[in-house]
């Protein structure tokens, strides 16, 4: 049980762990009101504030209550206010980020773990956790694409680890093929199958940490990574039942990938064909390039064999076979294949130039049909990566920007 006493300044709570003698070990844990108030004074709103009672009754909390929250449970003035067993408390508690590695297929994948390495809760409900999985293109663990220094602070999984961690959820993360510290792998070999693989035996991996409930496991992706989250959920539904207890979309896309390209590079085209930049022979040129280049590798799953010259760099032959894979998932139709048991968050940058934020309303949509508990948060002034933009979106300029904020929202 947890015993709640009031002392002068602070909030002191017993833990009574249960020995093999039927006797109980006492350890005492203390939170400062000062720490609270002052330091946390947004996570309580005025009523809460003034409801705090001036002397806390002890309360007895069997530790395998129901709540996770332990001090919200038993003191309903703190249930804005998370706390874990060791005192830490939601927004400046302890980011224990664990270098991990493991091996899936012939290399090493390495991670990192947010979590306890023991088991925290030895006697009471074991906790969620969740896998976050990174945008296109070889994006470390962070969530920042390997070998583009000035933009190496992007940081979206990283950001994303502390929030969930500050909500006590543990997560993983890790390097995928070719960055951070992972072998860099022949991209010509690398096929949709691979990335699967390493997110499925991520997921693997990450269920055996302790203290975890393998069948609490939330798949967080961006971009490119919602596509293989929600990939992973079906199979995971299909193979081992109820193992995924929901998906946080970011930034997803809800068209099949090679459409996106052609979504994103065609406005490109048009503005410089307005601005002057390009004359009206050169945008048709470029146009006809990119579709019949688009057309050939959905039906030979390659690149054509003539170098390409208007789209040179768009596309290579080492990545043209995991494009064209991937462009034959339609996340749109794939939502309806998801179990609706499997509730859905979905987040958009209201400032997101990568990915318009009707694909998040698409798939909204499709969930819905399916019968899925789902909720759509446009986040208020945020970019691709859910960081604050005053003023118009630059990626040119806003990406290089170290001061950028992740969004509180």
């Known amino acids: ?26 350890n005492s844990h203390f939170l400062t009101f000062r720490h609270i108030f002052r330091e946390n004074l947004h996570s309580l709103d005025k009523k809460s504030a003034k409801a705090m009672p001036l002397a806390v009754r002890s309360h007895s909390v069997p530790l395998n209550s129901k709540s996770p929250k332990i001090l919200a449970h ?10 874990d067993l060791n005192g830490n408390s939601s927004g400046t508690r302890s980011f224990p980020d664990h270098e991990m590695s493991f091996r899936s297929g012939v290399i090493n994948v390495h991670g990192s773990y947010v979590g306890h390495l023991v088991d925290p809760l030895k006697y009471g409900n074991k906790g969620s956790f969740a896998l976050l999985l990174a945008d296109t293109g070889n994006a ?32 993983f993360r890790y390097d995928k093929y070719g960055s951070g510290k992972s072998k860099k792998v022949d991209e010509r070999k690398l096929d949709l199958d691979s990335y699967l693989k390493e997110a499925r035996d991520s997921l693997k991996y990450v269920k055996e940490r302790p203290g975890l409930d393998p069948k609490r496991a939330i798949l967080v992706g961006h971009g490119e990574g919602s596509i293989l989250s929600m990939m992973l959920a079906k199979e995971s539904m299909e ?3 109820k193992d995924v207890a929901g998906m946080i979309l970011i930034s997803p896309v809800s068209i099949p990938f090679l459409d996106h390209v052609i979504e994103r590079v065609e406005p490109l085209m048009l503005s410089a064909l307005s601005s002057g930049q390009m004359d009206r022979e050169k945008y048709n040129l470029v146009k006809s390039e990119l ?31 995991f494009l064209s894979q991937i462009d034959k998932v339609e996340p749109s139709k794939l939502a309806l294949e998801i179990s609706k048991e499997i509730p859905v968050l979905l987040l958009h940058g209201e400032k997101d130039t990568e990915v318009n934020s009707i694909h998040s309303q698409k798939l909204f949509e499709s969930f819905n049909h399916n019968g899925n508990k789902v909720e759509k948060v446009v ?20 990406y290089p920007n170290k001061d950028l904020l992740f969004s509180p929202q």
């Open 1 to 26: 049980r947890i015993e709640f006493k009031r002392r002068e300044n602070s909030l002191q709570y017993n833990l009574f762990q249960p020995k093999s003698n039927n006797s109980f070990e006492m």
């Open 239 to 241: 193979m081992n039942g």
């Open 74 to 83: 038993a003191c309903p003035s703190l249930r804005r206010f998370s706390t």
């Open 291 to 321: 579709r019949s280049t688009i057309e050939f590798m959905r039906k030979n799953g390659t690149l054509p064999k003539e170098p390409l010259v208007h789209i040179k760099g768009l596309f290579t032959h080492d990545s043209a076979p």
């Open 379 to 398: 986040v208020s002034k945020a970019n691709h990566h859910l960081k604050i933009v005053e003023g118009d979106p630059n990626p040119n300029v806003d």
């Open 140 to 171: 470390d663990r962070n969530g920042n694409p390997t070998g583009i220094a000035e933009i190496g602070h992007l940081n979206l999984n990283l950001n994303v680890a502390r929030t969930l961690w500050d909500s006590g959820v543990a997560s």
